[in-house]
């Protein structure tokens, strides 16, 4: 059975703002190709690139193309023994607004 509705709104309203603040963990960064299911390689402004894995709220909700930001928790998956550098936490979706930011 499918989620239902309200919760892929929801899913959606909470991406469409800006939050105030990034916590220290958290970073900008632009996707640069899929690398697998819910896995995805994105880039840090600084040009260190990055393995991370779409957070579980967000699958089968929003899709994400090459280009678009996202924002990376690096700190969520430290304790895993694995290979991934980080978990998306946030879609960039109304780009214009976040780039009003001081954290952008």
């Not at 990034?22 to 690139?49: C, F, M, W």
């Not at 929003?62 to 991934?84: C, H, M, P």
Request: hydrophobic share 40%; glycine share 4%.
């Amino acid at each position: 059975m499918p989620r239902p509705k309200r919760h892929l709104h929801a899913t959606v309203e909470d991406t469409l703002t800006p939050p105030d603040s990034l916590p220290e963990t958290h970073v900008i960064a632009r996707i640069d190709k899929a690398a697998g299911s819910n896995l995805y390689n994105a880039e840090q402004a600084d040009g260190k690139t990055l393995l991370v894995e779409l957070e579980p709220k967000f699958r089968s909700t929003i899709w994400i193309k090459r280009g678009s930001y996202v924002v990376v928790n690096t700190a969520a998956l430290a304790d895993r023994e694995n290979k991934l550098d980080g978990e998306i936490v946030n879609v960039v979706r109304d780009e214009k607004a976040w780039r009003k930011t001081a954290y952008w």
